[in-house]
């Protein structure tokens, strides 16, 4: 098992490129089986999730070629519907397939998600949606077991909170359906945007892209297309929040501002010069970090999968910062791990207090969730002395090449055996 070694203290600069979205790449993957014809997908990060799910993909039959970026998949022959607790068991995303392989094949067999410890994922919207849509499930030794005579019909699903894997999975399988879906109170975050943009060009007939109503003309069958996937705006914002806390300044490349309003806003507020390009973000720290409060919310709100980052960049800040979630129960794991490194947070529920201390100290420390690897290596870049970051594997999940970008940016990071 390696582990990330890094000496704080060293300033970023330069350039660092981002990579295409996981969360965008894996729905477009499951997308394939949709199609008898040959999906092209372009900019494809390199990451262990994508990995996973290409596995994922072949056990039904799919068949793959990926060349640097780019990834042709043909899912023409359909030979299972399963996809098995082994597989599954990594990935919540795995949960995608459910939907695709329903409206193609009428039947699906999906073991319940894993994924990082962050606090239940209930997929009872991804259900409840599917019966709306003719759907027979059953849950029967930790599997979902979905079924429809003939081809799905059209109707109205209406989310209680909106929910990303869930918009996305009734999405696939209405654009197979008889007649209309609405979606409504739809999850609006730009990786759904990309999915109903792949959609469309495989022969789908969507409205309302980028809204919380998604109004979806079912056809007999789809064709083949391609697509990029957007950039990752979490490693982006990652990279930023970095930045921010070693001081310095840096381009962050290859990425679209306009999909972090609210971490931008915040790292205004927080007292850091931010400059937007058209596919690039300047930032730079000339002086102590102001302390802000943060609050996640579904988007165009403040994202949970950077709360562990921004709280790591408040533990240097001169104040005190509220930092509550709202998305996962389970979502303050690194809380502790910092807590290692000189960080002054106390918990209370679902809002952790952060009173900056302005320095925090090198130590040895364990990932417990990716997001949380991501907050413990911005950490580790401000902290005085060295710091040794364990089950570095869950990093791995979500960022492509994240310790060679860095160490090209000017930090003292290295991957070691443990």
């Known amino acids: 098992m390696d582990k990330i070694v890094i000496e704080g203290g060293y300033l970023l600069h330069g350039e660092i490129p981002v990579s295409g979205a996981k969360n965008a790449a894996l729905p477009l993957m499951a997308a394939c089986l949709l199609s008898a014809e040959p999906i092209i997908l372009r900019n494809v990060p390199d990451l262990r999730d994508v990995r996973t799910f290409l596995t994922l993909l072949e056990s039904f039959g799919v068949k793959w070629q990926k060349d640097g970026t780019v990834l ?167 990279y930023l929040i970095a930045v921010g806390a070693v001081g310095g300044e840096a381009t962050v490349t290859h990425c679209n501002p306009q999909h972090l309003p609210a971490l931008l806003e915040k790292l205004r507020a927080a007292g850091l010069s931010i400059e937007e390009g058209q596919d690039r973000i300047h930032v730079a720290r000339k002086g102590p970090l102001k302390s802000v409060d943060i609050k996640t919310m579904p988007y165009p709100g403040f994202p949970t999968d950077l709360q562990a980052q921004i709280m790591a960049l408040m533990t240097l800040s001169d104040g005190l910062s509220v930092i509550a979630e709202t998305i996962f129960e389970n979502r303050f794991m690194h809380v502790a791990e910092l807590h290692r490194m000189g960080a002054d947070i106390k918990v209370d529920g679902h809002s952790a207090i952060v009173t900056g201390t302005g320095r925090l100290s090198g130590a040895p420390v364990m990932a417990t969730d990716l997001r949380a690897s991501a907050s413990l290596v911005i950490a580790a870049l401000a902290a005085e002395g060295e710091t040794h970051i364990s089950r570095v594997y869950h990093l791995d999940r979500g960022y492509d090449d994240l310790v060679g970008k860095l160490s090209a940016a000017g930090a003292r990071i290295r991957r070691e055996k443990e």
């Open 72 to 238: 042709v998949l043909d899912a023409s022959t359909i030979t299972s519907c399963e996809a098995s607790y082994e597989l599954v068991k990594t990935m919540r995303a795995s949960v995608l397939v459910l939907g695709p392989l329903l409206a193609r094949m009428g039947t699906a067999r999906v073991s319940l998600p894993g994924g990082c410890a962050i606090g239940a994922r209930p997929i009872n919207f991804h259900l409840q949606g599917l019966e709306k849509l003719g759907s027979q499930n059953e849950l029967s030794q930790g599997y979902v077991e979905a079924k429809v005579e003939g081809r799905l019909q059209g109707g109205t699903v209406c989310f209680d909170i909106p929910s990303v894997t869930g918009t996305e999975n009734i999405l696939m399988a209405a654009t197979l359906a008889e007649g209309i879906t609405v979606i409504k109170n739809a999850a609006r975050e730009p990786e759904i945007g990309n999915l109903v943009d792949l959609l469309i060009a495989m022969g789908a007939g969507i409205k309302g892209k980028d809204s919380d109503t998604l109004v979806v003309e079912g056809v007999k069958k789809l064709h083949g297309a391609e697509q990029e996937v957007i950039p990752d705006r979490i490693e982006a914002g990652t």
